[in-house]
């Protein structure tokens, strides 16, 4: 098991209250399987990614990745962490604009303390594996949207992760290079053996995952096998 939420609560200040974004949450990611997490906007599934990349402390419950159990972890080791564990592809590519392809892998290497130099290789057979290997001496305005989509992906694959975590990657694509997004996604997890979440509002894309949780109000249920012939 590479991912592992446990009786997750997050709770964000409203007013003189408190709004439950996520309510005893527990989610089991096994490595080389891609989740889809679908519901309504505002159900609670960036709040999910958040904690699940650390990014975010939960008010109760647990994250454990890679058998190690973060609660208690220093800003520093969560740091590091995320560096080395998790991969992050938000909704928009958050790019740098003066960086070709190739350079935008190198650089997490270099953050994550490695030669950019002898990063050069594997960076190169990253972009080969999401389509990109023409593509690798040009800027992000020189890619289309679904090539810079792809070239997120790559990125966050850079360091190896266990985990991969992808928010609403298709929003900005129309539906068939979308769906060869989410395709492209299914193949790494089993190729990386990534522990991948998926969150999506597309049910197309549903096909794809190897299982399925709805969330609403905060609130996760897994399908069970029956439940996925349902649409
Ligand atoms: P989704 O990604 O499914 O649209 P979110 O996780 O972004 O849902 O949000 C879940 C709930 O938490 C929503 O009601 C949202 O308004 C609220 N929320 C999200 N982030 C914050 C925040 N930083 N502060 C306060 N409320 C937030
Ligand atoms: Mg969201």
Redesign the pocket.
């Known amino acids: 098991m590479s991912l592992r939420l446990t009786g997750i609560t997050l709770t964000?200040?409203?007013g003189d209250d408190r709004?439950t974004?996520l309510d005893d949450v527990t989610l089991d990611v096994p490595k080389g399987s891609l989740t889809a997490v679908v519901?309504?906007?505002?159900?609670?599934?960036?709040?999910?990614l958040a904690v699940a990349a650390t990014l975010v402390t939960a008010d109760s419950g647990t994250v454990t990745i890679d058998g190690a159990a973060t609660t208690g972890m220093r800003r520093g080791e969560l740091a590091a962490l995320r560096r080395r564990a998790i991969g992050i592809v938000f909704q928009q590519p958050n790019l740098l604009p003066s960086l070709t392809a190739v350079e935008q892998l190198q650089v997490m290497a270099r953050i994550d303390g490695r030669s950019p130099a002898k990063a050069r290789g594997p960076a190169m057979e990253l972009l080969s594996a999401v389509g990109l290997a023409q593509q690798a001496g040009r800027r992000p305005h020189q890619l289309s949207g679904g090539q810079r989509q792809r070239l997120n992906i790559a990125r966050a694959l850079m360091n190896g992760p266990t985990v991969l975590l992808v928010d609403e990657p298709t929003s900005a694509l129309d539906h068939e290079r979308g769906a060869a997004v989410i395709g492209l996604l299914a193949r790494l997890t089993h190729e990386q053996a990534t522990a991948t979440v998926l969150?999506t509002h597309d049910h197309s894309h549903l096909a794809a995952a190897d299982r399925i949780a709805d969330?609403h109000d905060?609130r996760l249920r897994p399908r069970t096998a029956a439940g996925r012939d349902t649409p």
Not at 39 to 48: A, D, E, H, N, V
């Open positions: 964000y200040p409203d709004l974004a519901g309504p906007s505002g159900s609670g599934k960036s709040s999910l969150v969330v905060g």
